[in-house]
């Protein structure tokens, strides 16, 4: 089985997750980042719009 994330997207999210223990770390709307989940979608968006290799995002399905 291939992996899902390149060593360049961890490494990415690894920095994110640290800038968030440091309370540095920034949403969009300039505000404090305090979720884990929040910040490691942050990570995959950073290492997505830098070209690593990332799975495409999940968007939200309509309910039938």
Known sequence: ???KYSKAASKKV???MHERKEG???SSSGRKVTSRKQAI???LSE???AGKK???KKTAR???
């Open 41 to 43: 979608a942050i990570g």
């Open 54 to 56: 990332v799975p495409k």
């Open 62 to 64: 309509s309910k039938s």
């Open 24 to 26: 540095t770390l920034k």
């Open 14 to 16: 690894e920095k994110v």
């Open 1 to 3: 089985m291939a992996r």
């Open 47 to 49: 290492a997505r719009a």
